[in-house]
């Protein structure tokens, strides 16, 4: 669909508020009550790939079919209704979220924060598992080549090092040992979290 269909979908609208009707695609109607620039602003990364994929996917959908008002409604019921379950509507609405706040309750259903709630917590425990994952990763080869306790005394002898550098080096390989022991129970952990939280998620979906 080009800017010539889209400028005509705006003049289309109008006409259907005054009792009228018209030929509307589901590409025009996505471009009217969607804006990416503000998706790109407002929405996380991943959230913004979603969003922008299932953007694309439906500007391919260029069939016009007649609509009324009450049509034109039901149209961009089933299309606000895919993007809210990916990232809040109203972070990449372009303003339109005022003209559909009385659809919004239907849209989402009693169980809408708790859905958000769950999705936020799910985002955590990806995080914190990937920066678990990330320091095995970087820091044992790190560790693996530290001075132990005995060639820190054989370095203060030697007087490579003095008593208070030899400490403080002691000090932080023993903190980098801590985190290594601390990550992989974290790990596991926060994927037993991660799989009750999905389970948990996918139930309340099914009831959308």
């Known amino acids: 669909m080009g800017l010539f269909s889209d400028i005509k979908a705006v003049k289309d609208v109008q006409k259907l508020k005054q009792g009228g009707q018209a030929n509307l695609s589901i590409s025009q109607v996505v471009n009217l009550i969607t804006n990416m620039p503000d998706a790109q602003k407002n929405l996380s990364n991943k959230e913004f ?4 994929s299932l ?8 069939t016009k079919i007649p609509v009324n008002l009450d049509g034109y409604f039901d149209m961009a019921l089933e299309i606000i209704q895919r993007f809210d379950s990916i990232a809040p509507y109203e972070k990449y609405s372009g303003g339109n979220e005022i003209e559909f706040s009385f659809l919004m ?16 917590q799910i ?11 990330d320091a095995i990763t970087t820091n044992a080869p790190i ?17 490579e090092f003095t008593a208070e550098q030899a400490k403080e080096y002691a000090d932080q390989r023993d903190i980098l040992r801590m985190t290594l022991e601390f990550a ?10 991660l799989r009750n939280l999905k389970a948990e998620l996918a139930e309340l979906e099914q009831d959308i």
């Open 105 to 120: 309750d239907k849209i989402r259903g009693k169980d809408y924060e708790k859905i958000q709630d769950l999705k936020k």
């Open 184 to 193: 992989p129970k974290n790990i596991e952990f926060m994927s037993t979290t």
């Open 55 to 62: 953007y694309k996917q439906m500007r391919k959908c260029s």
């Open 49 to 52: 790939e979603q969003v922008y």
């Open 143 to 159: 560790l693996a080549e530290c001075y132990s306790d005995e060639e820190l005394r054989s370095l203060v002898k030697a007087g």
């Open 123 to 133: 985002s955590d425990c990806e995080i914190s598992i990937k920066q678990s994952k």
